[in-house]
């Protein structure tokens, strides 16, 4: 006798060996539960950081497609030949391309959706973060945050998530921050910018459940990247690496999490945040580098300042 239970979209796990002196062969199928086995994932900053961490993992739990962008193309190869070694059955594409040039952007996806079929899930991860005192803090580099964190995943999201209503299936991941939850000075527009990704995040996933397109949103805490090399940190963080970033992120979408935080760490900040926000807020302050927790520097840009 053989008894075989299928969930579409699954993957063969044998249970033959075991049920052998039974005489019974099952051959049972199991959903991935992650919806990453056998897909197509385009996953923005993969150059590097965090984003190279999700291209890599995503390779490990047998995604069949990974679209890759970024500016750097040298980079985005060298990446994609990581992933190729890790999984020698994937196809990946590198597209070099600034986010914040919408039609450019608008084009890409066009181009690669007929050419390379649907795209299941997108990974909404390019970032820039700049820190100083708000009051001194340069016009180009506030405008970079919101052009590059926001703009830039306006414009990407739109084109892809038309195509996924179209086809009525999808996940859109965006990579907001803890602080999206718990602002920190001399961080006031990248949180911005964060605090907005869980917005947007929250409003997509009511728009667009009814085309059963998931949104997410990962909320990484401090985490060894180019992105912190150049920063003072808060006091008491760990760092977390970004394989594990990763690795959390992958376990979030199989337990079917809508906010995934990243460390325990990241975790205890956001409840304790919840409930005692005034308590959260002067523990950011007193961890506040020494050195950059002041306005300005230079008192007279309070007065003439360069925003
Ligand atoms: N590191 C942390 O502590 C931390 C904590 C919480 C959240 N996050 C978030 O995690 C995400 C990844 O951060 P990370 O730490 O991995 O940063 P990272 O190492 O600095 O990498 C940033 C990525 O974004 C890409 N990028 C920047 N501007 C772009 C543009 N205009 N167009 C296309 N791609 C662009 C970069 O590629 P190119 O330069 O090649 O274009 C790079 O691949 C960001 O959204 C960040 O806010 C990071």
Known sequence: MKTTAKVAGGYKVSARGILNNFAIEPEIYIEDPSG????????????????RAITLEFAKQGIARLLLVARDSKRLKQVAEEAIRGNPELEVIPLVLDLTETEAVNSAIAEVWQNHGPIHILVNNAGVAHQSPFLSSETH???????????????????????????????????????????????????????????????LRAELAPYKVRVVALLPSLT?????????????????????????????????STEILVGWQGKMAAIANRFFPWLTEAIVRVLTPESNSHATENPTLIVGCRV
């Open 36 to 51: 990453i086995r056998g897909k197509t994932a385009l996953i923005t900053g993969a150059s590097r950081g965090i984003g």
């Open 141 to 203: 580099q506030f405008q970079q945050e919101i052009n590059v964190n926001l703009l830039g995943t306006y414009a990407i999201t739109r084109a892809i998530a038309r195509r996924m209503v179209e086809r009525q299936e999808g996940t859109i991941i965006n990579v907001s921050s803890l602080m999206g939850k718990l602002a920190a000075p001399t961080m006031a527009t990248y949180s911005a910018t964060k605090f907005a990704l869980l917005g947007f995040t929250q409003a």
């Open 224 to 256: 060894e990247t180019d992105m912190v090399r150049d920063k003072q940190l808060f006091g008491l963080v760990l760092p977390a690496t970004p394989e594990q970033v990763a690795q959390e992120l992958v376990a979030g979408l199989r337990n079917g």
